[in-house]
Every structure is written in structure tokens, then in C-alpha cells.
């Protein structure tokens, strides 16, 4: 870390505290050359992750659509929305720790068709029916058989 006042390039971290509810460090540096002391904030760089939706057209994903959607599909469930809220947290994270900056909405969807159906078999059924855009009644079964089959 330069220094302000003269730029030496070495200094020593004499304390670090965390601020923001955790969300930077604050931490009080003192140069190696001069002695004089100033203060440095370390935050966490993040990378908006990008969509493509269906239509090729890209948009930044929004964690509270996704929380939206799970939210229409466990209406009337007995599902918690702090139990969603991880859910769409454990999303983010994948989203987050894969190496690609733009993901296909296709893979968010089943991502979250795989927590629903560990969740809650009726939410899973609801999500899946407006994501996979369920033609008619046999490709809803088709999915209901699958749902009985994977028990």
C-alpha cells in the first residue's frame, strides 16, 4: 500500500477492524519510511453476473425476481421465506463462484427447480410448469410421472 504522504510502497497494518456490517475492513496503516499513519478500506470487489434471457437479450440478474418467482410458486405452501431467502443466497453464491460472468436464465431456472424439489414437490410442480412453459396436460404429467418416479 503507497503511502499518502510519501509514497514509500511498504507500510504495516497496526489494526483492522471490520464496518459496514461486515461488508468492508477499515484498517490503520503506518509507514514504513515516514511513520505517519493513515487509514485504508478493503471491500470486496464483485462482478455483476449477466443474463441471457431467452430472447438473446441480457439483463443484470436481480436476486429479487428470482425470490419473486419462488415466492409465486410457494404460495399457499407451507414453505418459509427465510427458507427462499437461502435458497435464492445459495443461487448467487453458484452464480457467483462460476467462472462465467454471463449465464443463460435457463440455468438459474434449474438451479432453483432443483432446491424446490427438495423444498416442496407442489412448488417445484408450479415453478416448473411457467418455466418449461407447459404446452398442454400430457407434458405436465410427464412431469408429475417424473416426480413420482425420482421417490
Known amino acids: 500500500m503507497k503511502c499518502p504522504y510519501c509514497g514509500f510502497e511498504e507500510s504495516k497494518v497496526i489494526d483492522s477492524r ?13 509507514c514504513l519510511k515516514c511513520a505517519k499513519r ?6 470486496i470487489e464483485t462482478v455483476p453476473i449477466v443474463v441471457i434471457k431467452k430472447d438473446k437479450s441480457r439483463q443484470t440478474f436481480d436476486r429479487n425476481k ?14 418459509s421465506i ?9 443461487i448467487e453464491t453458484m452464480l457467483q463462484n462460476s467462472l462465467d460472468r454471463e449465464v443463460p436464465s435457463s440455468l438459474i431456472g434449474t438451479y432453483a427447480m432443483e432446491k424446490l424439489k427438495n423444498i416442496d414437490e407442489v412448488a417445484y410442480v408450479r415453478f416448473a410448469s ?3 412453459q ?10 408429475l ?6 421417490r
Not at 82 to 90: A, C, G, K, N, W
Not at 134 to 143: A, G
Request: with cysteine; proline share 3%; glycine share 4%.
Open 18 to 30: 471490520p464496518t459496514d456490517e461486515g461488508e468492508r475492513i477499515r484498517r490503520r496503516r503506518e
Open 38 to 43: 493513515f487509514t485504508t478500506y478493503e471491500v
Open 66 to 79: 428470482l425470490l419473486n418467482g419462488l415466492l409465486r410458486a410457494c404460495e399457499k405452501r407451507p414453505v
Open 82 to 90: 427465510d427458507t427462499l431467502e437461502r435458497v435464492v443466497d445459495e
Open 130 to 132: 411457467v418455466y418449461r
Open 134 to 143: 407447459f404446452k398442454d396436460i400430457n407434458t405436465f404429467m410427464d412431469e
Open 145 to 150: 410421472n417424473k416426480l413420482v418416479k425420482s
